[in-house]
């Protein structure tokens, strides 16, 4: 431990309180406390912990009682909150108090109080998003897993303020490692924010280092691993002989490598731990070499356990080896940031380190996932314009990291989501402009500049489908020539290009581009105010002076104008959807699909608004252009001073442009080949609609931009067929229009014995899915498998009605068996969930759209899989009701054609859930009658390995499982 008794005392914590409060709901004016606890911390130990129970005005919530339980009976014969507050501030005394996120807790105390609180406040989840920025989430509970906590009881005031307190601790040791300067700009960030909870501790932090002298940058190594994106040594210079490329020879891989690495005396057998001979893997490797050589498309669906990354990763190294005297690379495409973890962090340093040491590899992403460090500077040095003072705490999570980081990738911070803080993300992430030109060239490229740099010299490139679509768009701009392309998870590449295609306008949207020019507020800011204390400094006669300063100001007014006309148009569409056509109980996000010759603005009578709103959009870029212009005209020497706001100028502007275009496209539909659309928030009062269009044939752009022009392209991914078919997979992707000498389609079994591994069986007696009872049914078949198996459950919803309809009747139950119950609903994050359900052995996770692919556990942790319902696309889901229109117009079954096969595939990412290794064993449960009943239920069955059975009764469904449940005791 760094943190020491006497430096506890120094900074004001040789006692500190850590309380937390479990309450009725989230409203302090409508809500109660029924339990109060506290732990007193002393010389960093813990001394005491008080808790109490108190009575509320009503009873209980039931969802309450689940979380915490906490029962009517406990608290009835308690004293109300409000009269127990003496208590409370007798154990507080003069002492920092602590939470984990302790305003929810303090907005509790502070109604029942007499006077002002003025204890200083600790919150460890603000600090837990700064100093542990590379955990997945900040709930209490994984952080008290993390550091070996106590994790039984959660939820509970007792436990979880012991836990606190001692987070806390840990933090404070975390926290003791860092230096000077980081506790400087975490201070100087925090300083408008003096009665926010933490900004007394980082001044006390460095108030303590200056007094031991200890100021300066000490260079200090990360706590934990760092990230990498680039691989394998890159030597700078080197010939480009991209002019030469088309008379280059193609060197062939010779089929023999590929036994000597992965046959049965091969490098992985002595290399590899836990290796097992894989036939599919060979046969899949000997493939792609084949491919590469002959120049040939391989379209390969490999089986759960094919070892398909090593399988394609070997033979494009060694393929772009022999042909390195070319400049070429291989690009390799994945859909997850899990699989390019898996092979950035795993598979391609285990070929480094174990095959073969002589190539690069770089991870890639879109430029917006980088940090600017120009931009960086530039914002922290004007915070004041910068930031709204209420969103500053929000900019300390990059602190840390900023210090840490090896790729300037956001992604690595989990304690500062760009998705979520995008005004302040757009403000000092990679633009156009930055990072690859000399405008960063103090920096050394950024990071972005570094990574691209190493990736146009780099033999293999990782990217996710969204850049290869966007570098296909821009003609190659961004990636190196690679002949060679590998797309994993393939069966996902239509639904990219599809969100990579997609224009989206909204007043969100809106506010960020106008904003980015002028934002009124206390301190206003904006491009308009930093060109207004410019051109005040500059050496310009005071006729120009007052002129440009004239302009600046109607620009300021015109902006404000532009933003408050644009609100008025969504306010008033929003306003008509209220009236004629949102429901009374509309649960979900209100999507509708429009076309050309059903405008719905002019339907809505707001032609002549949007008609008047697209010409002050021309009209502001046109003065916009104009004072772009006038600038340019001043002399170089009053130009060179202000280059980097005129840049960043010249950015705005094309963001501006870009608006307005897509602001036409939504707003004036045109094309019968696009689909337009509208979604409306769940709430009346939410103005943020959000409007969209995309092109509906992707399959032809994905062909003409990215297939033709390869020598050789393999596709991949566990689910590609249907019914033994590559027909619609071929069809959806373009790889049909390829001429069909050139192309190959196989399928790679998996190594898993499944019929003796794995038992699937389809219940048929729970009624049809659709029927008002079904969940119910459902439940009480779930309560009795584990009442009487108490299995590692993982179930598959299709929405989160089902969630809440099986967790409502299934809770109670499972208390009673105490097995745990795990379900996604609110803001838990599908890895916090996955975790808790990893280490509790026997529990049941309840899970919607993002638990169907991408989850690996193995073992008994997962030893049932529940399917509810098959996962047919909702039907009116604006592309998928386009797509089914076409498919009508052309005289065919839309159901057969696009939605069996579409749910074909997700069905299989599913049933992959369950046996992941060659140990795993495991139930497969498909409780969708219409497998039985319906002709296309072959359909999906057909597409599975293994056996499978109709269970017609609930006697006959438990003696299979008694009967699996003895073999599997026995077997063991």
């Not at 813990?46 to 915490?68: A, D, H, N, S, W």
């Not at 969103?391 to 998705?419: K, Y």
């Not at 005004?423 to 103090?442: F, H, L, Q």
């Not at 489908?465 to 590449?493: C, G």
Request: net charge neutral.
């Amino acid at each position: 431990m760094r943190l020491t008794e006497n430096f506890l005392q120094e900074i004001g914590l040789n006692r500190f309180v850590a309380f937390d409060v479990e309450t009725t709901g989230l409203e302090p004016e409508s809500c109660d406390v029924i339990q109060f606890s506290a732990s007193v911390f002393e010389q960093g130990k813990l001394k005491e912990t008080r808790t109490f129970f108190c009575k509320p005005r009503g009873e209980v919530p039931e969802f309450i009682r689940q979380l915490t339980r906490i029962s009517d009976e406990m608290v009835k014969n308690e004293k109300p909150f409000s009269q127990r507050i003496d208590e409370v501030l007798d154990i507080f005394g003069d002492s920092p108090v602590v939470g984990h996120n302790i305003k929810f807790d303090i907005a509790f105390l502070v109604p029942h109080l007499k006077e002002p609180f003025t204890n200083p406040l600790v919150d460890t989840v603000e600090l837990s998003r700064i100093f542990l920025y590379y955990l997945p989430d900040r709930k209490l509970e994984s952080l008290a897993a993390h550091f070996n906590l106590q994790t039984e009881g959660a939820h509970r005031a007792d436990v979880d303020t012991e836990n606190t307190g001692e987070l806390f601790l840990r933090l404070l040791d975390i926290m003791v490692y860092y230096d000077y300067p980081v506790f400087n700009q975490l201070t100087t960030i925090a300083a408008p924010l003096a009665q926010a909870p933490n900004t007394w501790l980082y001044q006390s932090f460095l108030s303590v280092y200056q007094s031991q002298r200890r100021v300066r940058d000490e260079n200090l190594a990360p706590l934990h691993p760092v990230p990498e994106n680039a691989l394998g040594e890159f030597k700078k210079g080197g010939e480009d002989n991209s002019e030469d490329r088309e008379d280059v020879t193609l060197q062939k891989v010779n089929p023999r490598d590929i036994q000597d690495v992965f046959g049965m005396n091969g490098i992985l057998s002595r290399k590899l731990k836990g290796y097992e001979l894989r036939p599919g893997q060979i046969r899949f490797a000997s493939d792609i070499v084949t491919a590469l050589n002959k120049g040939n498309y391989l379209v390969g669906e490999a089986g759960t356990g094919v070892g398909k990354s090593l399988a394609y990763l070997i033979p494009a190294i060694k393929w772009v080896r022999k042909n390195r005297d070319a400049n070429f690379s291989v690009v390799v495409s994945s859909n997850t940031k899990a699989l390019q973890e898996q092979l950035f962090g795993k598979e391609i340093p285990f070929i480094q380190k174990e095959i073969d040491s002589d190539f690069t590899a770089t991870l890639l992403k879109g430029r917006k996932n980088y940090i600017c460090m120009t931009r960086w500077e530039q914002f922290y040095q004007n915070l004041d314009g910068a930031v709204d003072i209420f969103d500053r705490g929000d900019v300390l999570p990059l602190i840390v990291w900023l210090r840490e980081t090896q790729t300037g990738d956001i992604e690595e911070n989990s304690g500062f989501r760009a998705s979520r803080y995008t005004t302040i993300w757009s403000k000092i992430c990679s633009e156009t402009g930055y990072c690859t030109t000399k405008r960063c060239s103090d920096k050394g490229g950024c990071y972005l500049g570094k990574i691209r740099w190493k990736s146009q010299k780099a033999d293999l490139v990782v990217v996710n489908h969204s850049l290869l679509l966007s570098d296909a768009a821009s003609d190659n701009q961004v990636l190196p020539d690679h002949p060679i392309l590998v797309i994993d998870e393939a069966h996902n590449l239509t639904k990219s290009a599809y969100k990579y295609f997609a224009v989206e306008v909204g007043p969100w949207i809106i506010d960020q581009v106008l904003e980015a020019f002028f934002r009124q507020g206390r301190d206003n800011f904006g491009l308009l105010v930093l060109l207004n204390r410019k051109i005040n400094r500059l050496s310009l006669s005071e006729s120009l002076t007052n002129s440009l300063l004239k302009r600046i100001a109607a620009f300021e007014k015109e902006t404000l104008e532009l933003q408050r006309e644009s609100r008025q148009f969504f306010n008033r569409f929003l306003d008509f959807i209220n009236e004629n056509i949102r429901t009374v109980n509309q649960r979900y996000i209100l999507k509708t699909r429009y076309k050309p010759h059903q405008n719905p603005f002019v339907l809505m009578g707001l032609d002549k608004s949007r008609d008047h709103l697209l010409n002050q959009y021309e009209k502001i870029i046109l003065d916009f252009q104009n004072f772009r212009d006038t600038l340019e005209k001043l002399p170089l020497k009053e130009r060179m001073t202000m280059s980097a706001l005129l840049d960043d100028f010249d950015t705005s502007l094309k963001l501006l442009a870009e608006l307005k275009q897509n602001l036409e496209t939504v707003l004036v539909p045109e094309h019968d080949d696009w689909v337009y659309w509208y979604e409306v928030p769940v709430d009346p009062k939410n103005f943020n609609i959000g409007l969209y269009a995309v092109p509906l044939a992707v399959d032809a752009y994905i062909y003409e931009r990215i297939l033709r022009r390869k020598h050789s392209v393999i596709a991949t991914s566990a689910t590609l067929t249907i019914a033994g078919s590559f027909e619609y997979f071929n069809k959806t992707t373009g790889f049909s229009r390829l001429e069909p000498g050139n192309l190959v389609c196989r399928t790679y079994e998996s190594p898993f014995d499944y019929a003796s591994q794995c038992a699937v069986y389809v219940p048929t007696f729970l009624g049809d899915p659709g029927h008002v009872k079904f969940e119910e049914n459902v439940a009480g078949l779930l309560n009795e498998i584990a009442a009487r198996f108490q299995p590692g459950m993982l179930v598959l919803a299709t929405s989160y009605y089902s969630i809440k309809q099986l967790s409502e009747r299934m809770h109670i139950p499972y208390k009673e068996e105490n097995v745990p119950l795990i379900y996604q609903a609110g803001s838990a994050s599908r890895s916090a969930l996955l975790n808790r359900f990893r280490e509790s052995g026997n529990a049941t996770l309840i899970g919607t759209e993002s638990f169907w692919e991408g989850v690996d556990i193995p073992g008994d942790a997962l030893e049932m899989l529940v399917m509810l319902k098959l996962p047919f696309a909702v039907p009116s889901e604006p592309i998928v009701e386009a797509i089914t229109d076409k498919i009508k117009e052309s005289g065919k079954n839309p159901f057969l054609e696009y939605s069996v096969p579409e749910a074909v595939i997700k069905f299989k990412q599913g049933f992959g859930r369950l046996i992941r290794s060659r140990s795993d064993t495991g139930v497969a449960l498909f409780l969708d009658n219409r497998l039985h009943f319906k002709r296309y239920g072959r359909i999906f069955m057909d597409s599975l390995p293994g056996k499978y059975s109709f269970v017609r009764n609930r006697e006959e469904f438990f003696k299979y499982l008694e009967t699996w449940y003895r073999r599997k005791r026995q077997s063991r």
